[in-house]
């Protein structure tokens, strides 16, 4: 009987990274461990083909290999599938760095994810740009090519774990997986550490990359720039870089999804008697014809004025919100013409003012109660 696809057995995609294989595995493990499945042999096979599946997909070189030549890339002993390990190291392997355990499998990791945080302007986000970003990151040694190694000598296995990077301690009926104290988990002694990194393997260092920002992105998306994160330990791949855009705060519109808001400001006498104003776009200037009797609170629409999102087949609209502005430092003249206004005004209240009888009626009633 030929053997199922490794990720098809842990219902995974093949670019699964570690977390979601380990999470993948955990929920199958706990379902059929034969300690809960007594007696089940379909669980018990289940068991040893998920074991299998994860101890390959979660070694860097084994996964490599198993993508590359399939099964046939696999020897047995690299599968493993029901060997001497068992069930009881299988399940300390999967659930050990619950207690601090570090899996005691391999010694070859994923380099850590980066986060950068890129504030661009609504015009760049609108249009779309491209920007220099520089990240200070953890590379591989060019002196000892990550191995921490003084140039001519190699680091040894370590005598205690044998290469493991773990050790067992019986305490009653349990055994204990714990971090070797001689080698901190590696696996290796380094017994002349390379003089630029002092043995890590990485140095720190700044590089500087070129970031696409795509048309339409909104604050808070994030752009993965793959394989830019820091680099990976033993020659494990290296993480990806995620950056996170920030728009900064505009000084005429306010972005909403697809939609830009801004507030139009327009003279008492336009408000009143109508007009034909200008506002401004991302694309230049637009007219609005202003009905009379215009009262503050109107939001007038322009149609694909707006910005296309990442994601968005259309361009979202601009909303003008019209503020009639109260006339400040008046001359004497046209203080005699507001007062003439409002004494012409009030001979016929209801009929230039309908707001305010309406709010008075109403006023009126709440006081009668």
Request: aromatic share 6%; with cysteine.
């Amino acid at each position: 009987m030929s053997k199922r696809d490794y990720y098809e057995v842990l219902g995974v995609s093949r670019d699964a990274d570690e977390g979601t294989i380990k999470k993948a595995y955990r929920r199958l493990a706990m379902k059929h461990h034969p300690d809960r499945n007594s007696g089940d042999a379909k669980s018990e096979e289940m068991f040893k083909e998920a074991k299998e599946a994860y101890e390959i997909l979660t070694d860097a070189n084994k996964r490599a290999a198993y993508d590359q030549f399939g099964h046939a890339g696999m020897d047995a002993n690299a599968a493993g599938g029901g060997g001497a390990q068992g069930f009881g190291d299988a399940f300390s392997d999967i659930f050990g760095d619950i207690f601090g355990g570090r899996g005691g499998r391999s010694n070859v990791h994923r380099g850590s994810d980066l986060r950068y945080n890129l504030e661009i302007s609504l015009e760049q986000a609108a249009h779309g740009t491209e920007t220099k970003i520089r990240i200070p990151t953890m590379d591989k040694c060019e002196t000892c090519h990550g191995s921490g190694s003084k140039p001519g000598s190699s680091p040894k296995t370590c005598p205690t774990c044998n290469g493991h990077g773990q050790v067992r301690m019986q305490q009653g009926f349990f055994s204990i997986q714990q971090t070797c104290p001689k080698c901190q988990g590696n696996g290796k002694i380094i017994s002349h550490p390379c003089t630029t990194c002092h043995g890590a393997g990485r140095v720190k260092h700044h590089k500087t990359l070129n970031v696409k920002i795509p048309v339409g992105v909104d604050d808070g998306d994030r752009i993965r720039i793959s394989g830019e994160g820091e680099a990976g330990v033993n020659g494990g791949p290296p993480g990806d870089l995620y950056v996170v855009v920030h728009l900064s705060a505009h000084s005429v519109f306010r972005r909403e999804g697809d939609h830009l808001h801004c507030e139009i400001p327009i003279s008492f006498s336009v408000a009143a008697l109508g007009g034909e104003i200008e506002v401004p776009t991302l694309e230049g200037h637009a007219k609005i014809k202003v009905p009379s009797e215009t009262q503050t609170g109107k939001i007038f629409r322009l149609r694909s004025k707006g910005i296309k999102g990442v994601r968005s087949h259309d361009k979202g609209d601009l909303l003008c919100h019209v503020v009639v502005e109260t006339p400040v430092k008046l001359t004497a003249r046209q203080k005699e013409l507001l007062e003439e206004l409002e004494t012409i005004s009030l001979k016929d209240g209801p009929r230039h003012s309908p707001r305010a009888k309406s709010w008075m009626d109403k006023a009126r009633e709440f006081f009668s109660e």
